[in-house]
């Protein structure tokens, strides 16, 4: 009998210091999963529902029923009016009156009229997934609302809203008990992230958690307009490798007033050499002024639908890139080397509010966008990366830039396409400066000046100008001669205005004023005015001139480089 007490005694025992040892383990596992996901739980509400059910209502009941309807400007009158104005200098937005306007306010539809013709029944669904940093929560929440009011149910999974750890306190309880209170039947998850992970690996926390069929990603201030995610889940149904932009309306900062021409003359998604994104003009004349999908070389990278398994399959993102920019070139580039498309669906559109300014400062104020963009350029971009590291040489050979190991992988992996391939099949338009030239590089006098953008601003226009010979090479004195008579930089041409003055414009690709011919004896003459390029008479950090041709001195220009013809 004791015996038996005994041994059962010990059972007991064991199966308690098993269940004690399961729940430990368990435990340790919980903790690991939530730290690999870096997500906390629901925030402990500071303040009682009491205080919070008062602070959401007294802000409800000073909401202006009307303003902004339609996607009309609005403004606001009195001591609105100046505090308004206040924070447009501060956030870049005007968030008294973002907080007056009717979170559900009503737009207009702004498609073209034949798209609202057009029929489309997806049966697949979509997790919205909406990141944010210190947003404000009026903004934030009528992104949401557009999202539940345009988006019939049955197509969608869920939202997820992916809070990159804001400091501002009223996205702590308050946003929470308005979703808990204001929008409980719908099903929105809020995940919040332990430390600030920078706008990419936010984007991945949230699909880690997604369900639905396709993403589709939504920065902070959007707004969805009628059907617009119909012929998104249509094409991706069509075609799951098809990764899907709709058409970015603005919202302006400053009155919310929804912009929008209806038009089909929409632009798509070019790329800088120095790594930025740019809108181009459709290249091919079939594309114009349709309704269907339209290819776009790459994307603006904060409004994207993409199927789910897609999404992974073709690398997601590149989890070591930080804070703010590059991961749309890197998408991009990704998506078309690999075997998948980019497109513009003219029939699905979204409001984005473009502000001036970033509202939130980054973490050790690191140039995110250049170090992501070096990222990139390494993993994607083969031989003409040389032409990124031209603007950015202190990257090329940098260790911030961080171990590549895994998107270099990741690319053999997925057996992707050259960016030779890219550039010749998705975007023959790209002016490669070195290839699609005469000459390129410097272009000097006898007496050791170059032309020299004097630093405008990629989107400016300005003097061509000259300026003493860099000794090392710099990105402000390089011109190519294209091969069809363009002096340029970029996407800028030097052009012949007011009869003797040369700016640098946005090329044409009519030649006339814009049109050079580089002589045997290295005068650089423009037909349109009959004058030849001139450094006569030039002070340092000038302009040149067109005067007529005289083939002295001031006339004599030589490229560092020539390609042989
Ligand atoms: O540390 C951060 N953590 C975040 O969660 C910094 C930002 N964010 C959030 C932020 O709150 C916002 O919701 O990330 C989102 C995007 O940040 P924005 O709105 O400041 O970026 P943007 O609109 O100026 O920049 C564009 O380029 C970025 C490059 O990294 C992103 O891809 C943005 O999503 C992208 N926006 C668009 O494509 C909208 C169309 C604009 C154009 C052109
Ligand atoms: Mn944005």
């Not at 309704?291 to 399959?313: Q, Y």
């Not at 270099?408 to 023959?428: D, T």
């Given at each position: 009998?004791?015996?038996?007490?005994?041994?059962?005694?010990?059972?007991?025992?064991?199966?308690?210091?098993?269940?004690?040892?399961?729940?430990?383990?368990?435990?340790?596992?919980?903790?690991?999963?939530?730290?690999?996901?870096?997500?906390?739980?629901?925030?402990?509400?500071?303040?009682?529902?009491?205080?919070?059910?008062?602070?959401?209502?007294?802000?409800?009941?000073?909401?202006?029923?009307?303003?902004?309807?339609?996607?009309?400007?609005?403004?606001?009158?009195?001591?609105?009016?100046?505090?308004?104005?206040?924070?447009?200098?501060?956030?870049?937005?005007?968030?008294?009156?973002?907080?007056?306007?009717?979170?559900?306010?009503?737009?207009?539809?702004?498609?073209?009229?034949?798209?609202?013709?057009?029929?489309?029944?997806?049966?697949?669904?979509?997790?919205?997934?909406?990141?944010?940093?210190?947003?404000?929560?009026?903004?934030?929440?009528?992104?949401?609302?557009?999202?539940?009011?345009?988006?019939?149910?049955?197509?969608?999974?869920?939202?997820?809203?992916?809070?990159?750890?804001?400091?501002?306190?009223?996205?702590?309880?308050?946003?929470?008990?308005?979703?808990?209170?204001?929008?409980?039947?719908?099903?929105?998850?809020?995940?919040?992230?332990?430390?600030?992970?920078?706008?990419?690996?936010?984007?991945?926390?949230?699909?880690?958690?997604?369900?639905?069929?396709?993403?589709?990603?939504?920065?902070?201030?959007?707004?969805?307009?009628?059907?617009?995610?119909?012929?998104?889940?249509?094409?991706?149904?069509?075609?799951?490798?098809?990764?899907?932009?709709?058409?970015?309306?603005?919202?302006?900062?400053?009155?919310?007033?929804?912009?929008?021409?209806?038009?089909?003359?929409?632009?798509?998604?070019?790329?800088?050499?120095?790594?930025?994104?740019?809108?181009?003009?459709?290249?091919?004349?079939?594309?114009?002024?349709?309704?269907?999908?339209?290819?776009?070389?790459?994307?603006?990278?904060?409004?994207?639908?993409?199927?789910?398994?897609?999404?992974?399959?073709?690398?997601?993102?590149?989890?070591?890139?930080?804070?703010?920019?590059?991961?749309?070139?890197?998408?991009?580039?990704?998506?078309?080397?690999?075997?998948?498309?980019?497109?513009?669906?003219?029939?699905?559109?979204?409001?984005?509010?473009?502000?001036?300014?970033?509202?939130?400062?980054?973490?050790?104020?690191?140039?995110?966008?250049?170090?992501?963009?070096?990222?990139?350029?390494?993993?994607?971009?083969?031989?003409?990366?040389?032409?990124?590291?031209?603007?950015?040489?202190?990257?090329?050979?940098?260790?911030?830039?961080?171990?590549?190991?895994?998107?270099k992988q990741l690319r053999q992996k997925l057996r992707c396409k050259s960016f030779k391939w890219y550039l010749q099949n998705v975007y023959p338009e790209k002016f490669i400066p070195d290839e699609n030239a005469f000459g390129y590089g410097q272009v000097k006098t006898d007496f050791q000046m170059c032309l020299d953008d004097l630093q405008l601003p990629e989107d400016k226009v300005g003097?061509?100008?000259?300026?003493?010979?860099?000794?090392?090479?710099?990105?402000?004195?390089?011109?190519?001669?294209?091969?069809?008579?363009?002096?340029?930089?970029?996407?800028?041409?030097?052009?012949?205005?007011?009869?003797?003055?040369?700016h640098l414009t946005e090329c044409h690709g009519h030649k006339r004023e814009q049109y050079w011919k580089l002589f045997e004896n290295g005068t650089i003459y423009n037909p349109a005015s009959k004058k030849c390029l001139t450094s006569d008479r030039v002070e340092n950090g000038k302009g040149v001139l067109v005067a007529p041709c005289k083939g002295d001195v001031f006339q004599k220009w030589?490229?560092?480089?020539?390609?042989?013809?």
């Amino acid at each position: 009998m004791l015996v038996k007490c005994r041994r059962l005694k010990k059972i007991y025992f064991k199966i308690g210091l098993g269940l004690v040892l399961l729940g430990f383990v368990l435990i340790v596992y919980m903790k690991h999963l939530d730290e690999k996901l870096d997500i906390g739980v629901k925030d402990n509400l500071v303040l009682s529902e009491n205080k919070l059910e008062q602070r959401i209502s007294e802000w409800e009941s000073k909401i202006i029923p009307g303003l902004g309807d339609n996607g009309e400007p609005a403004f606001l009158e009195g001591e609105d009016a100046i505090e308004g104005e206040k924070s447009q200098k501060k956030f870049a937005l005007n968030t008294v009156l973002s907080d007056r306007m009717p979170l559900d306010r009503k737009l207009r539809d702004p498609r073209n009229s034949k798209c609202k013709e057009l029929k489309y029944s997806p049966t697949i669904k979509a997790s919205i997934i909406v990141i944010f940093y210190n947003e404000l929560m009026s903004v934030i929440l009528r992104t949401v609302w557009s999202v539940l009011l345009q988006t019939p149910s049955h197509l969608l999974q869920e939202i997820i809203l992916v809070d990159d750890c804001s400091t501002d306190d009223h996205l702590k309880d308050l946003l929470q008990y308005y979703l808990d209170t204001r929008l409980k039947s719908y099903n929105i998850k809020l995940v919040r992230l332990k430390h600030r992970m920078g706008l990419i690996r936010a984007r991945l926390q949230g699909a880690r958690v997604a369900q639905g069929d396709v993403l589709i990603f939504l920065d902070a201030h959007c707004e969805a307009t009628k059907d617009w995610i119909e012929p998104l889940l249509a094409r991706i149904e069509e075609d799951r490798t098809a990764v899907l932009v709709p058409i970015i309306d603005v919202i302006e900062a400053t009155n919310l007033g929804y912009s929008t021409n209806g038009e089909l003359n929409f632009q798509v998604g070019g790329f800088s050499w120095s790594g930025h994104f740019t809108w181009i003009d459709i290249q091919d004349e079939n594309d114009k002024g349709k309704v269907k999908p339209v290819k776009s070389p790459t994307m603006a990278g904060g409004l994207f639908a993409i199927d789910r398994r897609f999404f992974w399959d073709i690398g997601s993102y590149d989890e070591q890139m930080d804070g703010w920019g590059g991961e749309n070139l890197e998408m991009s580039f990704r998506i078309w080397q690999c075997g998948g498309r980019l497109e513009t669906v003219p029939c699905s559109r979204v409001g984005h509010i473009f502000r001036d300014f970033h509202p939130y400062s980054f973490p050790d104020n690191k140039d995110t966008h250049g170090i992501n963009t070096a990222r990139l350029a390494h993993v994607w971009m083969d031989e003409y990366k040389r032409l990124f590291f031209m603007y950015q040489p202190a990257l090329e050979n940098n260790p911030i830039v961080g171990d590549l190991t895994h998107r270099k992988q990741l690319r053999q992996k997925l057996r992707c396409k050259s960016f030779k391939w890219y550039l010749q099949n998705v975007y023959p338009e790209k002016f490669i400066p070195d290839e699609n030239a005469f000459g390129y590089g410097q272009v000097k006098t006898d007496f050791q000046m170059c032309l020299d953008d004097l630093q405008l601003p990629e989107d400016k226009v300005g003097p061509l100008g000259l300026y003493q010979c860099h000794q090392f090479f710099a990105v402000s004195q390089y011109f190519s001669l294209s091969n069809n008579g363009e002096l340029r930089k970029e996407n800028f041409c030097a052009e012949v205005f007011n009869e003797h003055e040369v700016h640098l414009t946005e090329c044409h690709g009519h030649k006339r004023e814009q049109y050079w011919k580089l002589f045997e004896n290295g005068t650089i003459y423009n037909p349109a005015s009959k004058k030849c390029l001139t450094s006569d008479r030039v002070e340092n950090g000038k302009g040149v001139l067109v005067a007529p041709c005289k083939g002295d001195v001031f006339q004599k220009w030589t490229f560092s480089h020539l390609n042989k013809t």
